[in-house]
Antibody
Framework: EVQLVESGGNLVQPGGSLRLSCAAS????????MAWVRQAPGKGLEWVGH??????????QYAASVRGRFAISRDESKNSMYLQVNSLKTEDTAVYYC????????????WGQGTLVTVSS | DIQMTQSPSSLSASVGDRVTITCRVS??????LVWYQQKPGKAPKLLLY???RLESGVPSRFSGSRSGTEYTLTISSLQPEDFATYYC????????FGGGTKVEVK
């Protein structure tokens, strides 16, 4: 059974940083694209960025709204993905979901339960 | 970037109704589109992929179709558990989502 468990969400002041983690299990982690998708309170879904699979050298892509502030990484040995979020803004307040792609695509077939990041002074 | 225009943003319907939600895409995405269902406080759930292929375990009352750059999600006979918000998303390039459609009780 595929499981994606996020952690690391917290209340942080504007300008601050956090590292979100996603522990994955139940599938071959290196074979699949992995992504972060966020949802601000009462709003829709927004793709944050993704990391490709090992075959595509774990290439990363980011939404324009976070490029230069957020960074996605993976640790194969821990079957985990991370999202380093820096220079946080109030508009980054959202539930952040860890999402698994179907093979080498961003067709997302499994989602974690989400972790809440609140940016406020 | 590919733009996704989803409509309507909300609709009111009754159990047994046929419901149609549309997603207009700004360019050809060759059926690289999925539909999700999201209930309050929960993560989205994949319903259909490749525009019209039903994800395993999803009831057959859900279907998807395409006409040009317009993609449609149809619920043939709305059930009580189908009241939720629905999103389209393309995966042709860096993904983007439609704005969502909230299906409410009439």
């Amino acid at each position: 059974e595929v499981q994606l468990v996020e952690s690391g969400g917290n209340l942080v002041q504007p300008g601050g940083s956090l590292r979100l983690s996603c522990a994955a299990s139940g599938f071959t982690f290196t074979d699949h694209f992995m992504a972060w998708v966020r949802q601000a309170p009462g709003k829709g879904l927004e793709w944050v960025g993704h990391t490709a699979n090992k075959a595509k050298n774990y290439d990363t892509q980011y939404a324009a709204s976070v490029r230069g502030r957020f960074a996605i990484s993976r640790d194969e040995s821990k079957n985990s993905m991370y999202l380093q979020v820096n220079s946080l803004k109030t508009e980054d307040t959202a539930v952040y979901y860890c999402v698994k792609g179907v093979g080498g695509t961003t067709n997302f077939d499994h989602w974690g339960q989400g972790t809440l990041v609140t940016v406020s002074s | 970037d590919i733009q996704m225009t989803q409509s309507p943003s909300s609709l009111s319907a009754s159990v047994g109704d046929r419901v149609t939600i549309t997603c207009r895409v700004s360019q050809d995405i060759s059926n690289a589109l999925v539909w999700y269902q999201q209930k309050p406080g929960k993560a989205p759930k994949l319903l259909l992929y490749a525009a019209s292929r039903l994800e395993s375990g999803v009831p057959s009352r859900f279907s998807g179709s395409r006409s040009g750059t317009e993609y449609t999600l149809t619920i043939s006979s709305l059930q009580p558990e189908d009241f939720a918000t629905y999103y389209c998303q393309h995966y042709y390039s860096n993904p983007s989502f439609g704005g969502g459609t909230k299906v409410e009780v009439k």
